[in-house]
């Protein structure tokens, strides 16, 4: 904990603020937030004015571990039974306001720490808070650097919230929204107001996003590009465009598009029994130098070596699609789901081996036992992949995050997770989160395992 208070500190002082739990705000998304239903209009006289500038900021701590499980045999990239691990994160959001509608915004991060078994041995990694890098000593990122542009075209004005990356304000309801820069492909796309922040909700890697979505980033999660959306009504249309990492799961960026992704999503938001829902659809086709697992299990039966899609590629197209829904039930109860499908001839290239999947989940406020600040949630997750790719990892191939040398017994990924997130105070956030994951790997040989997670947010 000492750690995690030096890194609070830093970021406190790089914003100039004393460090005061009670000077934080509750539930500060550090994406940009989801939208289920158009905000209450506003008469002009009402509008809150635009804020010029802000600074917010977050500090989280994961400790998550697993005990024995049934581990017959372990390649380069199995879960090891018997491990716990730390991950600590301190950010600072910054922005201002240049013209009307614009926002720029600044997001350096202190990280540290690993996943379990260095974020590998699981498609559905139970960690969103472990990156795809580990180090033992604090270091340095700027993860996001963005500007954004919203243009209104009429409808009623509405009220926006200040929080992290958004600035408080007005709006119209139908506009335009640019935004170019560094961010990431999550902070626009496939957003879920129940499954989308693992520093306040799910910790699943398949949970706050859909599985088999491959979408750009670098190691930590984050990519360069510009994404546009059309809010008219009810309805929203996205487009985007951004860069894939240099190598599969690599930690630099392209510069030019030489290796891009191409997103699109439709999104309606809609009332039913007075509730507010939405259903998202999302597209992306990727575009770079992917291998084949035909290909590389065609050249490991000529040379007798392991399979290695990293032999095999060439530029290739990969694409995928899937459906993101949400429903507030009561005042206190929502529900959500998603399922999406990939190409499964081809390497999964930014995000995790998962070539289809589906999700259902709840979350509960805590209202009915006097506790309205808590929320209880629980998802079920199947992830698969296609019979190429469980070939493939039999024969001895490596995936973006799974790999057990061999896989004899291939079968889906089922997980369950639940948690249970408290407020102590204003600002301040600790969760306890258990999670079932059978299969891991896809390989019926090894597990189930048992993860277990305690989590400590705070936020101003």
Not at 54 to 65: C, E, K, N, P, S
Not at 136 to 141: D, I, K, L
Not at 148 to 170: F, K, P, Y
Request: proline fraction near 5%; hydrophobic fraction near 40%.
């Amino acid at each position: 904990m000492i750690r995690i208070n030096l890194l609070l500190a830093s970021a406190c002082a790089l914003a100039g603020m004393p460090l005061h739990a009670s000077a934080m705000a509750q539930d500060i998304q550090t994406r940009a937030p989801a939208v289920t239903a158009p905000a209450a209009p506003v008469p002009p006289e009402a509008a809150p004015a635009d804020e010029r500038f802000a600074v917010h900021g977050q500090a989280t701590f994961v400790l998550q571990g697993t005990p024995g499980f049934a581990s017959p045999y372990s390649g380069t990239n199995s879960l090891t039974p018997r491990q716990a691990k730390e991950t600590v994160d301190v950010t600072l959001y910054a922005g201002v306001r240049p013209w009307a509608g614009g926002e720029l915004w600044v997001n350096p991060e202190i990280d540290q720490g690993f996943g379990l078994s260095n974020t590998l041995g699981v498609a559905g990694f139970p960690s969103a808070e472990a990156y795809k890098v580990g180090r033992t000593n604090p270091y340095f990122r700027l993860q996001r650097l963005f500007f954004r542009q919203t243009i209104g075209l009429g409808g009623e004005r509405e009220a926006v919230a200040g929080v992290a990356n958004q600035l408080a304000g007005s709006r119209m309801t139908d506009r335009i929204v640019l935004t170019a820069g560094k961010f990431g492909v999550g902070d626009v796309f496939d957003t879920n107001s129940y499954a989308h922040d693992p520093r306040a909700d799910f910790l699943n890697w398949s949970a706050v996003d859909a599985g088999s979505f491959d979408y750009a980033a670098d190691a930590w999660g984050y990519t360069t590009g510009v994404a546009a959306e059309w809010y008219k009504g009810v309805w929203t249309l996205r487009l985007g465009a951004f860069n894939l990492s240099k190598v599969p799961n690599g930690e630099t960026l392209e510069t030019g598009f030489q290796q891009y992704q191409l997103d699109g999503e439709i999104e309606h938001r809609h009332t039913l029994a007075s509730r507010p829902g939405a259903v998202r659809v999302t597209v992306f086709r990727n575009r770079g130098r992917f291998g084949r697992f035909d290909d590389a299990l065609a050249l490991a039966g000529l040379t007798g070596d392991d399979a290695d899609t990293a032999l095999v590629r060439r530029r290739r197209t990969r694409a995928g699609i899937s459906v993101n829904a949400e429903q507030a039930v009561t005042d206190t109860l929502g529900v959500f789901g998603r399922a999406g499908i990939a190409d499964g001839q081809v390497e999964p290239y930014d995000f995790t081996d998962i070539d289809r999947t589906a999700q259902l989940g709840l979350a509960l406020k805590g209202a009915g036992w006097g506790r309205g600040g808590d929320t209880v949630g629980a998802v079920f997750i199947v992830n698969g992949i296609s019979r190429e790719h469980q070939r493939y990892l039999d024969a001895g191939g490596l995936g973006v995050l799974v790999g057990d040398g061999r896989l004899p017994h291939p079968g889906s990924e089922y997980i369950g997770e639940a948690y249970y997130k408290l407020v102590a105070v204003k600002g301040v956030e600790f969760s306890l989160d258990y999670q079932f994951v059978a299969n891991p790997g896809y390989n019926r040989d090894r597990g189930p395992a048992n993860v277990f997670a305690f989590r400590a947010h705070g936020a101003f």
